[in-house]
T-cell receptor
Framework: DAKTTQPTSMDCAEGRAANLPCNHSTISGNEYVYWYRQIHSQGPQYIIHGLKNNETNEMASLIITEDRKSSTLILPHATLRDTAVYYC??????????????WGAGTKLIIKP | DAGITQSPRHKVTETGTPVTLRCHQTENHRYMYWYRQDPGHGLRLIHY???????DKGEVSDGYSVSRSKTEDFLLTLESATSSQTSVYFC?????????FGPGTRLTVT
């Protein structure tokens, strides 16, 4: 699986959009970009994933560049509860197949009042 | 969220004692995983299972064994606990495309 590069930490004001970047320059054609977050001491939580098109769900939006070498997770209206470590992971996808996720250190996002 | 529970949630044990952590799921997912997480690090895979009685090693499997006798249960055993196994342990299952995680077990080996 391809590796990813994320900033160590970021701050964002409450109510503003939080934009978390991720570089994955060695991503291959069949690999998806996944985002998870981990709020202090809890298990990681799935946020969103995408292949090449931009994706949006109730939690966030995912913008993937045309060359797929980088992506941005957008939390449109950050709240204090969004303070967490955010992980960007790339991996292949086949139905009912095993996926060994490779977890980096992620980005520590701090939402400030 | 997938129905994943872990027990115990906290445990303190002495070096050299055996320890078993339990993961229980209610989603009938085929794949299950055990990870450990240490301060300042991402999750590292210990073992995983792709069906009843079918398991395989992950990145950091030394000192750990697993068993899966039922779809819903995945056990992680430390045969003889060491201080280096002090960590937070997370269980996960594989859904349609994403992994769902349990609340974690904080294990301290003294």
């Amino acid at each position: 699986d391809a590796k990813t590069t994320q900033p160590t930490s970021m701050d964002c004001a409450e109510g503003r959009a939080a934009n978390l970047p991720c570089n994955h320059s060695t991503i291959s054609g069949n690999e998806y970009v996944y985002w998870y977050r981990q709020i202090h001491s809890q298990g990681p939580q799935y946020i969103i994933h995408g292949l090449k098109n931009n994706e949006t769900n109730e939690m966030a939006s995912l913008i993937i560049t045309e060359d797929r070498k980088s992506s941005t997770l957008i939390l449109p209206h950050a709240t204090l509860r969004d303070t967490a470590v955010y992980y960007c992971i790339v991996r292949g996808y086949e139905w009912d197949s095993n996926y060994q996720l490779i977890w980096g250190a992620g980005t520590k996002l701090i939402i400030k009042p | 969220d997938a129905g994943i529970t872990q027990s115990p949630r906290h445990k303190v044990t002495e070096t050299g004692t055996p320890v078993t952590l339990r993961c229980h799921q209610t989603e009938n997912h085929r794949y299950m995983y055990w990870y450990r997480q240490d301060p300042g690090h991402g999750l590292r895979l210990i073992h995983y299972s792709y069906g009843v009685k079918d398991t395989d090693k992950g990145e950091v499997s030394d000192g750990y064994s697993v068993s899966r006798s039922k779809t819903e249960d995945f056990l992680l055993t430390l045969e003889s606990a060491t201080s280096s196994q002090t960590s937070v342990y997370f269980c996960a299952t594989q859904g349609a495309g994403e992994q769902y995680f349990g609340p974690g077990t904080r294990l301290t080996v003294t």
